[in-house]
């Protein structure tokens, strides 16, 4: 498939998941504004499922483009709240039918999300980084997904983005709580910028006024986009 507008169009359809149509101008937002600030990196996700966001994001990666898939895949007894049972048969059917033509590096990872130690950081970010998006999708714990922002975090490139999925879903209160801990606990290099259909755009202490300019500039007078505060720090947040 050829470019991200022919897989939105073609691909998503026939792949199952969680991807809201919405979330495509801003992902090409993200894109263009990296690319004009010269951000560098590569692409991952935990929770991948069957690839429906990741092979989206992968569009984005390029030639001699590294995607990395993070997901415990057919090994379910690690998927302790159920949310989609990972299959790396599929995740490969989909990337062989649906995935862009150019020539771009796989790398999955079965693995519990929350087993990455630093040493597994460190190589992950030396052997597939570091990243410039980084999708979080996985369990949705208050515990895994505070795991799995800190792990984001860690890997993400200079004027990279963190996307979390399911900020302010009524069935998944452990994501919103997560980030509630993220900035209660600790104090992270990390900004949101960006919230729309129950996703949270996140980027670095440096980058986050470009991309929340970006975002503003790009939304205009909709009256279903409203600057915020999260946590103290700025965020256009479009609802519904
Ligand atoms: C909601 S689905 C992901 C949806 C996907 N992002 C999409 O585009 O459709 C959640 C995924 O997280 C995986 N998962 C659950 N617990 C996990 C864990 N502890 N570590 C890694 N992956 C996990 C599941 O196997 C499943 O594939």
């Not at 939105?8 to 998941?17: A, D």
């Not at 996985?138 to 800190?150: K, V």
């Not at 999925?165 to 993220?182: C, I, K, S």
């Not at 007078?221 to 700025?234: D, N, R, V, Y």
Request: hydrophobic share 40%.
């Amino acid at each position: 498939m050829r470019d991200i507008a022919a897989y939105w169009q073609e691909g998503l359809p026939n792949i199952e998941g969680w991807v809201n149509e919405r979330w495509l101008p801003y992902l090409k937002l993200v894109d263009d504004t990296q690319n004009a600030l010269g951000v560098k990196g590569h692409i991952a996700e935990i929770g991948v499922y069957h690839g429906k966001l990741l092979i989206a994001l992968a569009h984005f990666a390029g030639p001699g483009g590294k995607v990395t898939a993070i997901d415990v895949f057919d090994d379910q007894t690690r998927n302790i709240d159920g949310a989609g049972v990972g299959s790396l048969e599929h995740l490969k059917a989909n990337i062989q039918s649906y995935g862009p033509d150019c020539n771009i590096e796989y790398s999955f990872l079965k693995t519990d999300s929350t087993a990455l130690n630093c040493a597994d950081k460190v190589s992950l970010v030396r052997d597939n980084g570091p990243f410039r998006l980084f999708s979080v999708d996985g369990c949705h714990t208050a515990e895994h997904t505070l795991s799995d922002l800190l792990t984001a975090q860690d890997c993400l490139a200079p004027g990279g983005v963190v996307l979390l999925d399911d900020m302010f879903q009524p069935h998944w209160p452990g994501v919103t709580e997560a980030v509630a801990l993220f900035y209660g606990r600790y104090v992270p290099r990390l900004k949101p910028f960006l919230y729309i259909a129950h996703k949270l755009f996140f980027a670095g202490h440096g980058w986050h006024a470009e991309f929340l300019k970006a975002c503003n500039e790009h939304a205009g007078p909709l009256p279903e986009a409203k600057m915020t505060q999260m946590f103290g720090h700025s965020v256009l947040s479009i609802f519904p």
